[in-house]
């Protein structure tokens, strides 16, 4: 059987769905946080300090950019509350990018 992601209701700390209360076998992972970050450019690693984000976790992230010179996020890894994004190259220089994620941590 498939397992699947649920996210977390942040108002109550508890998975938004019927599913968990009926079926919390189906659930490995949950979302803990997703957002937007708009880069501000100066190094090719931009840190992002997010509370309560763990190294162990599971970081999803596209990037999308407007302007002339396009830069590959080439990796986002989390550290005990903060999420680096790495670029292949100052991401501000004449072009704004813009990194969304999602954070998923397993439930045991």
């Known amino acids: 059987m498939t397992k699947a992601v649920f996210f977390r209701d942040s108002a109550y700390g508890q998975v938004s769905s019927q599913v968990a209360t009926a079926r919390p076998d189906l659930i490995n992972f949950v979302v ?7 880069t ?3 190094a090719a690693a931009e840190p992002k300090t997010l509370a309560g984000v763990l190294s162990t976790d599971i970081i999803l992230a596209a990037v ?3 302007g002339t010179t396009a830069r590959k996020l080439l990796k986002a890894v989390p550290t005990t509350d903060t ?3 790495t670029f292949d190259g100052n ?3 004449g ?5 969304m994620y999602a954070i998923l ?3 045991s």
Request: a positive charge.
């Open 32 to 38: 803990v946080y997703a957002g937007e970050h708009t």
């Open 95 to 99: 072009t704004a990018h813009k990194v």
């Open 105 to 107: 941590r397993a439930v």
């Open 91 to 93: 991401p501000n220089t």
């Open 83 to 85: 999420l680096t994004f």
């Open 64 to 66: 999308s950019f407007t």
């Open 40 to 42: 501000i450019g100066g």
